[in-house]
């Protein structure tokens, strides 16, 4: 089955500057790649997701990156603020199977 | 609302007590899944089941048995739990007709054993 393997496992930032997390995927017929956010006491919810015919996608100030023959994707979060301290999950999954999670980043923004 | 709901939202139980965590989904999905959330393991597949049929058990101590009695309701029976099964218990859903993957997660039980 797939594997998800995600880094770092905490993230501390200065306010302004960018935030990058990087996950790694085993199954190369993977093709689906979505970012979750979990901010305290709130459930996760999906920030941004990527195909794999897709190799970039952007939305603001959140970008995700794609290298399919790496199996390796990442998000990029750029001019930092304090609502972006959140758990940041990724997952992977093929078309109508389940998604596989990373273990989760803890992401902190220091005003 | 993200269209799937979870209850109770907050459960103490004693290690003798039975209990039942209810999830419900109104978005059309196939799958449905339970996931454990405590501090040493941020996101932890306990439960598949798609189709109404469990395709995944992640060496889950028998003390946690899941019920899908349709595409639409997922339940977690709880008995004679430990302490360390303190945790956010979180569903989620997804696979609709389309094929899209994404997750949807429910606010969470928060259970606590003593």
């Known amino acids: 089955g797939e594997n998800v393997e995600q880094h770092p496992s905490t993230l501390s930032v200065q306010e302004g500057d960018s935030a990058v997390i990087k996950c790694t995927y085993s199954d190369s017929a993977s093709n689906y790649f979505p970012w979750y956010k979990q901010e305290l006491g709130k459930r996760p919810q999906l920030i941004i997701d990527?195909?794999?015919?897709?190799g970039e996608k952007k939305d603001q100030r959140i970008a995700v990156t794609l290298n399919k023959t790496a199996k390796h994707f990442s998000l990029h979060i750029t001019e930092t603020q304090p609502e972006d301290s959140a758990v940041y999950f990724c997952?992977?999954?093929?078309?109508?199977?389940?998604?596989?999670f990373g273990t989760g980043t803890r992401l902190t923004i220091i005003p | 609302e993200t269209g799937v709901t979870q209850t109770p939202r907050h459960l103490v139980m004693g290690m003798t007590n039975k209990k039942s965590l209810k999830c419900e989904q109104h978005l059309g999905h196939n799958a449905m899944y339970w996931y454990k959330q405590s501090a040493k393991k941020p996101l932890e597949l306990m439960f598949v089941?798609?189709?109404?049929?469990?395709?995944e058990n992640n060496s889950v101590p028998s003390r946690f048995s899941p019920e899908c009695p349709n595409s639409s309701h997922l339940f977690l029976h709880l008995h004679t739990l430990q302490p360390e099964d303190s945790a956010l218990y979180l569903c989620?859903?997804?696979?609709?007709?389309?094929?899209?993957?994404?997750?949807?997660f429910g606010q969470g039980t928060r259970l606590t054993v003593v």
């Open positions: 989620a859903s997804s696979q609709d007709r389309t094929g899209s993957t994404e997750a949807f």
């Open positions: 990527i195909r794999s015919n897709v």
């Open positions: 997952a992977a999954s093929r078309r109508y199977e389940k998604l596989t």
């Open positions: 089941y798609s189709l109404e049929e469990r395709v």
